[in-house]
């Protein structure tokens, strides 16, 4: 006995949880994504740091 009160608050915690929505700023999130582009997608930007595999293979 004695789980009503604490059950109680847990289901009232868990619905303040479940249908609160903070406003979200929309133009925020896009700026700190950023805009990808079309190009970029398939870009390695760390490819300069490591030799190719292809030329290990020819030197061995």
Do not use: C, F, H, I
Request: charged fraction near 45%; hydrophobic fraction near 25%; aromatic fraction near 10%.
């Amino acid at each position: 006995m004695g789980r009503g009160r604490q059950k109680a608050k847990n289901t009232k915690v868990a619905r303040e949880l479940k249908y609160y929505s903070p406003a979200t700023d929309y133009s925020a999130l896009e700026a700190e994504l950023g805009k990808p582009e079309e190009n970029d997608q398939y870009v390695d930007k760390w490819a300069d740091l490591y030799p190719d595999e292809d030329e290990d293979e020819k030197t061995e």
